[in-house]
């Protein structure tokens, strides 16, 4: 029943903006930490950034620490994730996903294409 629907994707030049959404649904979506991932064409699924239940605490991947911000509206069962500076590196399919027991759940993600 959970269910996960990122959107917000597309192309965009370098030095562009993004803001990601996701939607989530079939489970308490206030109790648990949320992170967005994000996967490029022939490597591993990478976490690039964390927030915790009621959003006091955040983590971010080194490589977006200060071009990216996540941030979370519990009330509407969303997460987003701003994207600024944007660089062809960061070039991948972007998922949402809730972090905690028996929640391995993902969407089927939005795609980030970052090219001039």
């Known amino acids: 029943q959970v269910q996960l629907v990122e959107s917000g994707g597309g192309l965009v030049q370098p030095g562009g903006s993004l803001r990601l959404s996701c939607a989530a649904s079939?489970?308490?979506?206030?109790?648990?930490?949320m992170a967005w991932y994000r996967q490029a064409p022939g490597k591993e699924r990478e976490l690039v950034a964390r927030?915790?239940?009621?959003?006091?605490?955040?983590n971010y991947a080194d490589s977006v620490k200060g071009r990216f911000t996540i941030s979370r509206h519990n009330a509407k069962n969303t997460v987003y994730l701003q994207m600024n500076s944007l660089k062809p590196e960061d070039t991948a399919v972007y998922y949402c996903?809730?972090?905690?027991?028996?929640?391995?759940?993902w969407g089927k993600g939005t795609l980030v294409t970052v090219s001039s």
């Open positions: 996903s809730p972090d905690g027991p028996n929640m391995d759940h």
């Open positions: 079939g489970f308490t979506f206030s109790n648990y930490a």
């Open positions: 927030i915790s239940r009621f959003g006091a605490g955040t």
